[in-house]
């Protein structure tokens, strides 16, 4: 049976060691690093993920505010509203909670955030530093799953990875991350990684899952990925979230791209959904919004 990974947990003690580094950095006699988030329309999902983000700031002594926008926001009022956070030296991180509506090209804001400011990593200079082993912000999603791989002891240096999906605001970092050299500034995991997509086909998916040692699937299906694809003793990473109803109870509940039940019986590690992935992205942001409150701190002084 698999050992579970328990990111509830893990998340837990990051976020109390980075509620004492705000003590420290606080006491210091700089400012409470400050998060601002940006929703853009009604999207309940999009409420539901900036409220945990706001929580989250709570627990760690961030201090916080959310900017909430009617869904008939032109792209021209998001970048006004951006630029005034960029300047706005109170600000430490500002991120805009995707997806945004249709009108609005994800990519132009994403690329308007300041890359100091930019928590999320999703700006073009941020992507392009990771590609390059560079210092900058790595996305909340990718780090979180560093960070569980490595404080669960899993190893990665020279070992076969597959990760499933090819997001530019997940899987793709993370692929970027997962095969790095670990000598570098982002000290990444040095894995020989494989990258599986919607047109990967079904029997190739399995061939390369069944040769990993760790498997991270992004995709939003659930099921995709069953026991039979697995290496006995793989390390197995669900990051997918999909509301599923329940067939025994009738109610709807979360389930991952993981058949979990089965999976568990052969894998070495697994991560749960809810309770994995899910919670070490926040705890991420919450660290890479400290960073940036760290770094615009260091370059006021010089
Ligand atoms: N736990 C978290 O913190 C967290 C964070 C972000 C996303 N998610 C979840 O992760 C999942 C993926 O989100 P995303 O934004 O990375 O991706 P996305 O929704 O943008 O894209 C899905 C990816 O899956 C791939 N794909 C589709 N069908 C496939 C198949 N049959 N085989 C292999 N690959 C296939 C596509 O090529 C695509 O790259 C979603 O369920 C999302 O809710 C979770």
Redesign the pocket.
Known sequence: MAQIIDGKGISAEIRLKLHQEVIDFVSSGNPVPHLTAVIVGEDPASQTYVKNKILACKEVGISSETKLLPASTTQEELLQLIGQLNRDDCVSGVLVQLPVPDHINERTICNAVAPEKDVDGFNEINMGRLALDMDGFVPA?PL?IKALLEHCNIATHGRNAVV????K???LPLAILMHSDGKNATKALDATVTI?????P?KE?AKHCRQADIIVV????PG?ITKDMIKPGACVID????RIKDEKTGKHKLVG?VDFEEVRQVAGHISPVPGG??P??VTMLMHNTLQAAKKQAASRRV
């Open positions: 999603t979180g499933v999906g090819r997001s605001n997940v899987s599986c997509h919607r047109y990967t079904p998916l992004a995709v939003g299906k995709l990051v997918g979230i999909n791209d992935v899910g070490m992205t």
